[in-house]
């Protein structure tokens, strides 16, 4: 009886998610295998897309995104710790250039341009300090949605670009990137996973949620 009851108690069934490239390469990929393996009865379909995907249209389960890009009729539920940007190039570059003190300053700069999906637009660098909000629009010759792209025209020592802090921590800790403007880049909201407001969240992807969060 206790090992039927156990059996019963197994959530199994298909999650299925939608999330940004940037989620899916590091935030899942560091968490689903371990999450797999405890939970041999569930299977997660993961479509990965840059663009904002309406996921009760759309057929999802749930989505992935960073917090200030949840729509607000979803339930969300913070799943990873603060993030960060920052804004890096060789040590060669900024001696060559000059180290930008403002974030203005990078009008002077030849700068990664990140192309955003969503809009059809060119994203601005974002910027905030002392309570004070800034979004800069840069140039440099390059406009991708390619985070390995822009880290290696960074590495080349021709470029500045914005990333991740965990994208470019190990390059910050061997010298082969310097990261400037850091009081001009504080952390922010970390992942959401959100899903539509139900009576009762399916046994599946409340498995996964609690996995998630801890």
């Not at 199994?12 to 390469?25: D, K, N, P, Q």
């Not at 371990?34 to 990965?48: E, K, N, R």
Request: hydrophobic share 40%; glycine share 6%.
């Amino acid at each position: 009886m206790e090992a039927l009851a156990a059996f019963r108690d197994t959530p199994e069934g298909i999650v299925r998610l939608t999330t940004f490239h940037w989620i899916a390469s590091t935030f899942l990929a560091q968490r689903l295998p371990a999450f797999l393996v405890a939970h041999p009865g569930i299977t997660v379909q993961v479509t990965v897309d840059d663009k904002l995907q309406d996921i009760v249209a759309d057929g999802f389960d749930a989505g992935l995104r960073f917090g200030d890009d949840v729509e607000k009729d979803m339930i969300a539920i913070r799943v990873g710790p603060p993030l960060r940007h920052l804004v890096v190039a060789t040590p060669d570059y900024w001696d060559r250039h000059g180290r930008p003190t403002h974030p203005r300053d990078l009008r002077n700069h030849r700068c990664v341009a990140y192309h955003n999906l969503s809009s059809g637009s060119i994203s601005p660098w974002e910027f905030e300090k002392d309570g004070r909000e800034l979004r800069q629009r840069v140039e440099g010759g390059l406009i991708c949605n390619s985070v390995d792209l822009a880290l290696s025209l960074v590495r080349s020592g021709e470029s500045v670009s914005l990333h991740m802090e965990e994208d470019v921590a190990d390059d910050l800790a061997s010298g082969r990137l310097e990261a400037v403007l850091q009081d001009w880049c504080p952390p922010f909201d970390g992942i959401s996973l959100f899903h539509p407001s139900r009576r009762q969240t399916p046994p599946a992807l409340r498995a996964l949620i609690d996995f998630l969060k801890k």
